[in-house]
């Protein structure tokens, strides 16, 4: 059978519902295929009159044109500010360099901010946006899987510094997320594929149902099949939303369950040296070092270490370290340690103790770590 057109999948509304006792910063997630030339005609009911659109060099002459385009007919005086692709432009120069920009355009409050491109540039136009004439609205646009299950959602912006990643920041809400599907087709296997593994975290801390999907539609994801796709961007954002909504700042713990996997990872993708392995595939592994510590302090049916392993693997991401090269499991501790997530140096993580459930836990006996680290 033929895929069906894209434009048979249904546009849904996720709400991100954040009263604000001066302010009311609850906003929209639309999500689905075919999204994004209506993002003008959003921007512009929000009462846009200038917009500046920070698109990702790699989409700024496809996606990021249109989006612009959308929003001159929408009546909005738009510019566009291209910034190259890579980490490396998540730093201080660049944001120096949009702030000068934003000057120069004499950008005010009545001016809003555009995001187009993966997390990168969300975390960077976001940082931008929250710091320039003490804070602009920003949209996002996110055009990466990370950025659409992820990094678009929940206000986290920021910029490196040479010390360490995301070390400069503030909460910035958006006013509204656009995340087309479509966008996705451009995107090189290897992102793509990194992306899913935080789709796979969510089916672990938050939702048995969403994993066992996951499960059988591994095929169809892999493919990019659109209705399967929609529903597993719909499900991830909506996951990311219900925690933000409780937990915004993260000061309950359990904003924290969205680290799962994270602190391995952290651990392997900084030994193995930024740029070896994408961030999704660093976080795969990490949940498969995560679920066979839990499963080492008899936390976690080693049933399910076997079940999150299969999923992972069935969507070719890795679960062993082979690919982060020969790393010591000293090493990896030691980075552990100086973790900003970790406490005193302290190691914590966030452990399953069934599929769609975890808690942090505080002071893992570091001997189960190395026992974990040393398996192949
Ligand atoms: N704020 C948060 O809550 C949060 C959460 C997760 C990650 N992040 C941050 O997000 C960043 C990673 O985001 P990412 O994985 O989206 O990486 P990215 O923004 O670097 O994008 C990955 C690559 O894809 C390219 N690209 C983007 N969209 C494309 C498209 N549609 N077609 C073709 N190429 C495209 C980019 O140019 C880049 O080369 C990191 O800096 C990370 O710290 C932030
Ligand atoms: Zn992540």
């Not at 910063?25 to 929000?46: F, K, P, Q, T």
């Not at 089916?203 to 539609?217: C, K, R, T, V």
């Given at each position: 059978m033929?895929?069906?057109?894209?434009?048979?999948i249904?546009?849904?509304t996720?709400h991100?519902r954040?009263p604000g006792?001066?302010?009311?910063?609850?906003?929209?997630?639309?999500?689905g295929?075919g999204l994004?030339?209506?993002?003008g005609?959003?921007?512009?009911?929000?009462?846009?009159r200038r917009?500046v659109?920070?698109a990702d060099?790699?989409?700024?002459?496809s996606?990021?044109a249109?989006?612009?385009?959308?929003?001159?007919?929408?009546?909005?005086?738009?510019?566009?500010?291209?910034?190259?692709?890579?980490?490396s432009?998540k730093?201080?120069?660049?944001a120096g360099?949009?702030?000068?920009e934003?000057?120069a355009l004499a950008?005010d409050?009545?001016?809003q901010?555009v995001?187009?491109?993966?997390?990168?540039?969300?975390d960077?136009?976001?940082?931008?946006?929250?710091?320039?004439?003490?804070?602009?609205?920003v949209w996002?646009?996110?055009?990466?899987l990370?950025?659409?299950?992820?990094?678009a959602i929940?206000?986290k912006?920021?910029?490196?510094?040479?010390a360490?990643?995301?070390?400069?920041?503030?909460?910035w809400?958006?006013r509204?997320v656009?995340?087309?599907?479509?966008?996705?087709?451009?995107?090189?296997?290897?992102?793509?594929?990194s992306g899913?593994?935080e789709?796979?975290?969510?089916g672990?801390?938050?939702?048995?149902s969403?994993?066992?999907?996951?499960?059988?539609?591994?095929?169809?994801l892999?493919a990019?099949?659109p209705q399967?796709l929609a529903?597993?961007?719909?499900r991830?954002a909506?996951?990311k939303a219900q925690?933000?909504?409780?937990?915004?700042?993260?000061?309950?713990?359990?904003?924290?369950?969205?680290?799962?996997?994270?602190t391995?990872?952290?651990?392997y993708e900084?030994a193995?040296?930024y740029?070896?392995l994408?961030h999704g595939e660093?976080?795969?592994?990490?949940?498969?070092r995560?679920?066979?510590?839990?499963?080492?302090l008899?936390?976690?049916?080693?049933?399910?270490?076997?079940?999150?392993d299969?999923?992972?693997?069935?969507l070719?991401?890795?679960t062993t370290?082979?690919?982060?090269g020969?790393i010591?499991?000293?090493t990896?501790?030691?980075?552990m340690?100086r973790?900003?997530?970790?406490?005193h140096?302290?190691?914590?993580f966030?452990?399953?103790?069934?599929?769609?459930?975890?808690?942090l836990v505080e002071?893992?006996?570091?001997?189960a770590?190395?026992?974990?680290?040393s398996?192949p």
């Amino acid at each position: 059978m033929a895929t069906p057109p894209a434009r048979t999948i249904p546009v849904r509304t996720i709400h991100v519902r954040l009263p604000g006792e001066a302010t009311d910063r609850s906003y929209e997630i639309a999500c689905g295929s075919g999204l994004i030339d209506s993002v003008g005609g959003r921007v512009a009911a929000d009462g846009a009159r200038r917009a500046v659109v920070i698109a990702d060099a790699a989409v700024a002459g496809s996606h990021a044109a249109r989006v612009a385009a959308s929003l001159a007919a929408a009546g909005a005086a738009t510019t566009t500010l291209e910034v190259p692709s890579g980490e490396s432009s998540k730093g201080v120069p660049m944001a120096g360099r949009l702030w000068a920009e934003l000057a120069a355009l004499a950008a005010d409050r009545g001016t809003q901010i555009v995001a187009v491109g993966g997390g990168v540039v969300g975390d960077l136009a976001g940082f931008v946006a929250a710091t320039f004439a003490r804070g602009l609205p920003v949209w996002h646009v996110p055009t990466t899987l990370v950025a659409q299950v992820d990094s678009a959602i929940g206000g986290k912006t920021g910029i490196n510094l040479e010390a360490g990643k995301n070390l400069v920041g503030a909460f910035w809400q958006p006013r509204g997320v656009v995340a087309d599907i479509d966008t996705l087709a451009t995107l090189p296997d290897r992102e793509y594929i990194s992306g899913l593994a935080e789709v796979v975290k969510y089916g672990m801390i938050l939702d048995a149902s969403f994993f066992a999907w996951l499960e059988g539609h591994a095929a169809e994801l892999l493919a990019r099949e659109p209705q399967a796709l929609a529903w597993a961007v719909e499900r991830s954002a909506s996951l990311k939303a219900q925690v933000v909504e409780q937990d915004e700042r993260e000061v309950s713990g359990l904003r924290a369950a969205l680290n799962y996997g994270h602190t391995f990872g952290h651990a392997y993708e900084t030994a193995a040296g930024y740029g070896r392995l994408l961030h999704g595939e660093a976080v795969a592994i990490g949940m498969a070092r995560a679920a066979r510590l839990a499963a080492t302090l008899g936390r976690l049916d080693e049933a399910v270490v076997g079940r999150q392993d299969r999923l992972l693997a069935s969507l070719q991401l890795p679960t062993t370290p082979a690919a982060a090269g020969a790393i010591e499991p000293a090493t990896l501790i030691t980075i552990m340690g100086r973790d900003k997530k970790s406490l005193h140096g302290r190691l914590r993580f966030v452990l399953p103790d069934a599929i769609g459930r975890v808690e942090l836990v505080e002071g893992v006996d570091p001997a189960a770590v190395e026992r974990v680290l040393s398996a192949p």
